[in-house]
């Protein structure tokens, strides 16, 4: 399996909009359309259309900034269709190598809490929580 990171086009923008998750993972991201248009309007926003073997099947968000935040990952999903195949886990790497090709050390990321919440597999990757909440969520960071 090929996990690839692409920038958003003018073809592809309205397909990464379509991408679903799952029944009852609804309320574990925002839509791709809401962080498509948060990054319009934050600078610091690095955004991908995720495609695996040629499939676009995920989007990807990063507050990429040494300041405020710091380089935290803001968003991830993979369609419905798409996961259980190690593609998530694929996209944290890549992100991580591109926060780590800038000389950064940590790369952080908040999480839903709850039954079927992203913790468990956020944790299976090296993150831990920090202490710190983001808005009303625990934040994890993965050492670089």
């Known amino acids: 399996m090929t996990v690839e990171l692409e920038p958003l086009t003018p073809e592809n923008v309205r397909a990464v909009c379509d991408l679903r998750v799952g029944p009852g993972q609804e309320h ?8 498509i248009a948060e990054a319009y309007v934050y600078p610091q926003a690095w955004c991908r259309a995720v495609r695996s073997d040629g499939r676009l099947v995920g989007f990807v968000m990063l507050w990429d900034s040494p300041e405020e935040l710091g380089h935290m990952l803001w968003r991830l999903m993979v369609d419905a269709s798409a996961q259980g195949r190690g593609i998530g886990r694929e996209v944290v790497g890549q992100v991580a190598a591109h926060v780590r090709a800038q000389g950064v050390r940590e790369l952080r ?10 913790e468990p597999f956020y944790r299976s990757l090296g993150f831990a929580r920090t202490g710190e909440m983001a808005d009303d969520e625990p934040v994890l960071a993965l050492g670089l």
């Open 28 to 35: 574990l991201v925002a839509p791709n359309a809401v962080s």
């Open 109 to 118: 990321v908040s999480v839903v809490e709850g039954e079927g919440g992203p």
